[in-house]
């Protein structure tokens, strides 16, 4: 489950949609579509009637807006809602939660994993149960994107390709969330890394995990959008946002680079490929190298 903080003070609508094919590249279309309106936790669930569920607060909730908003997408969606309790959602997403290994680099896991937990997901990666270099401990909070996602998995794998550009340098983490990339950063030699985010709670998140992991004299959050960027001058921009807020803070994010920086990018499909790629090369960048992992794309970029 992935989105904001849910209020366990609120009653929320449970959003089930139904669609084909159920998988992630299409459960991501619906997702982006409807974070438009204030949905604020997704929940893709598998098995013999797979289905996507979205949260909403029962004071939000527009049964037409939703219909409007899904009729925009190249295929049919149906949906139902339910109206939920209050629940304590933040103790459930730890529940769920388990290590994300990346390669045999990086380990991320929660305050109250073992090792016998970490040494399970690693067999379950096919991983060697080797010592991992970077080890980041955090506090889910349930939804501000911790690593599971494949785009956030993408960020970390080009981070560790990015070594050299990192170490030593100034990295901004845009849309920090937990402040997972900002922490990868700060552990893998960042002189200095901020972390923005535009809900205030995911920024406050950020800022524990940073001292939970012995880091935060490196790492500066801050509640804020790309407005904030024109602070600083950075060599490094991690940007993993949906595809509209990129192509829309693109321009920011290029002013605020330093000659040589790089822009790391992801939160959208294989199919935004093109439109970002040619976002970025008109306002001068260079593309230097492209990941995917199931529709889920992620681009680099340098300014000359």
């Known amino acids: ?57 029962r004071s939000s909730y527009d049964a037409r807006a939703t219909r409007l908003m899904l009729a925009d997408l190249p ?41 016998a937990d970490v040494a399970a997901a690693k067999a379950a990666a096919g991983e060697p149960r080797r010592h991992s270099r970077f080890h980041i401990r955090i506090n889910p909070q349930m939804a501000f994107g911790t690593g599971h996602h ?3 998995y993408m960020m970390m794998q080009a981070m560790l390709d990015a070594e050299e550009q990192i170490r030593g340098r100034v990295v901004l983490d845009m849309g920090c969330g937990t402040g997972v ?35 935060s004299r490196r790492v500066e959050t801050a509640y804020g959008d790309a407005s904030l960027l024109q602070m600083g001058r950075y060599d490094v921009i991690l940007a993993n946002i949906h595809r509209n807020v990129l ?26 490929i093109p439109a970002l790629t040619d976002a970025a090369e008109a306002l001068g960048l260079q593309p230097r190298g492209r990941r995917s992992i199931e529709g889920w794309a992620c681009l680099i970029f340098e300014k000359p």
């Open 247 to 272: 192509m829309q803070d693109m321009p920011t994010y290029v002013r605020s680079l330093r000659k040589g920086g790089r822009l790391l990018m992801s939160g959208f499909y294989d199919t935004d």
């Open 150 to 152: 494949r785009t956030t």
């Open 1 to 57: 489950m992935h989105g904001k903080r849910m209020n366990s003070r609120e009653d929320y609508i449970e959003v089930t949609l139904r669609f084909a094919p159920l998988d992630e590249e299409h459960a991501g279309m619906v997702e982006a579509v409807l974070t438009d309106l204030p949905y604020e936790s997704f929940q893709l669930e598998e098995g013999a009637d797979p289905v996507l569920k979205a949260y909403i607060p």
């Open 75 to 115: 295929f049919p969606v149906s949906f139902s809602a339910t109206l939920i309790p209050p629940r304590n959602w933040n103790a459930a997403w730890e529940q769920e939660f388990t290590p994300i290994i990346v390669g045999n680099q990086v380990v991320v896991k929660s305050l109250t994993h073992t090792d």
């Open 181 to 215: 990339l900002a922490i990868l950063a700060a552990k893998m030699g960042a002189r200095k890394t901020y972390a923005i985010d535009i809900d205030a709670t995911a920024a406050e998140s950020a800022f524990w995990n940073a001292c939970s992991n012995r880091v």
